[in-house]
T-cell receptor, first 117, second 114 residues
């Protein structure tokens, strides 16, 4: 089973709203990721969690707040977003430090299509 | 940041034709990954290559890990309409980068005409 699930599938929010994106995996992976993807472009890394601790923040604005409650779950809390934040948000997971850095294969979820009005 | 040079950028083909795309890099990779992404969906891993020179098939898909470890290609034989999507090559851990840093190609947009 190589499944990563994400909810919701679609989200429309105003600039003053607070919402959360959720991600779950049950593959025993110890690394989880958030990516942002614009149309027809490769995914852009936002955050990496390794063993439930934030290990990489790619200079993401503070209106995006990640949280990793346990090894299977990853949340992305959204607050005061801008219209340019509209994009497909992808979650991914991998074995992380259970394997070598150069063989660590990431598996992606189906994404959440976010529209900010 | 680092990028993989993926070509072609787009392809328009007739159903039944074979397709070939490739990725090259100035850095050595020890793993090459090929993903397919359909509209509105996340990337799906098609093939993972872990050994230089490795040739791996998955149905009508064949991918090879270049012997120099700086390139990889993906072939699709006898294309069908459901092959439509964007194909990305990717590699983890190039040049000593940290866990989580996956380098992507810019993608090949494939259109198949029935």
């Amino acid at each position: 089973d190589t499944e990563v699930t994400q909810t919701p599938k679609h989200l429309v929010m105003g600039m003053t709203n607070k919402k959360s994106l959720k991600c779950e995996q049950h593959m025993g992976h110890r690394a989880m990721y958030w990516y942002k993807q614009k149309a027809k472009k490769p995914p852009e890394l936002m955050f990496v969690y390794s063993y439930e601790k934030l290990s990489i923040n790619e200079s993401v604005p503070s209106r995006f707040s990640p949280e990793c409650p346990n090894s299977s779950l990853l949340n992305l809390h959204l607050h005061a977003l801008q219209p340019e934040d509209s994009a497909l948000y992808l979650c991914a997971s991998s074995q992380g430090r259970l394997v070598g850095v150069d063989t660590d294969t990431q598996y992606f979820g189906p994404g959440t299509r976010l529209t900010v009005l | 940041g680092q990028q993989l040079n993926q070509s072609p950028q787009s392809m328009f083909i007739q159903e039944g034709e074979d397709v070939s795309m490739n990725c090259t890099s100035s850095s050595i990779f020890n793993t090459w990954l090929w993903y397919k992404q359909e509209p509105g969906e996340g990337p799906v891993l098609l093939i993972a290559l872990y050994k230089a020179g490795e040739l791996t098939s998955n149905g009508r898909l064949t991918a090879q890990f270049g012997i120099t470890r700086k390139d990889s290609f993906l072939n699709i034989s006898a294309s069908i309409p459901s092959d439509v999507g964007i194909y990305f090559c990717a590699g983890p851990g190039a040049g000593g980068t940290s866990y989580g840093k996956l380098t992507f190609g810019q993608g090949t947009i494939l259109t198949v005409h029935p």
